[in-house]
């Protein structure tokens, strides 16, 4: 009974901003991490950008310096904050969370992934 639900995404002129949120709810007990993936047609779903419960982030070299990723730990939100955007930025974007539930063994991650979110950037 654990849900991530995206908002945020759009159509943006290339060199435009977006800011996607993802929120978790349900029976959480606490989340390690959360991060963005996208999948483009065609292609894998790779890795965006990561942070862990105590705000250590990652991202992939295409998106470093223009893409920000943070969080609201209260809230059980992250954001994906997009500047600069570029046509090749044009994919479904997935909110990921590793949670660790009500009723299961502690110490137990599970993989959670939201409905993702369409971005696509124009030229």
């Known amino acids: 009974q654990v849900q991530l639900v995206e908002s945020g995404g759009g159509l943006v002129q290339a060199g435009g901003s977006l800011r996607l949120s993802c929120a978790a709810s349900?029976?959480?007990?606490?989340?390690?991490?959360m991060g963005w993936y996208r999948q483009a047609p065609g292609k894998q779903r790779e890795l965006v950008a990561g942070?862990?419960?105590?705000?250590?982030?990652n991202y992939a070299n295409p998106v470093k310096g223009r893409f920000t990723i943070s969080q609201d730990n209260a809230k059980n939100t992250v954001y994906l904050q997009m500047n600069s955007l570029k046509p090749e930025d044009t994919a479904v974007y997935y909110c990921?969370?590793?949670?660790?539930?009500?009723?299961?063994?502690?110490?137990?991650?599970?993989?959670?992934w939201g409905q993702g979110t369409q971005v696509t950037v124009s030229s």
């Open positions: 942070i862990n419960s105590v705000g250590s982030t």
């Open positions: 349900g029976s959480i007990v606490s989340i390690n991490a």
């Open positions: 990921h969370a590793e949670i660790q539930r009500h009723g299961d063994r502690v110490g137990v991650v599970y993989d959670h």
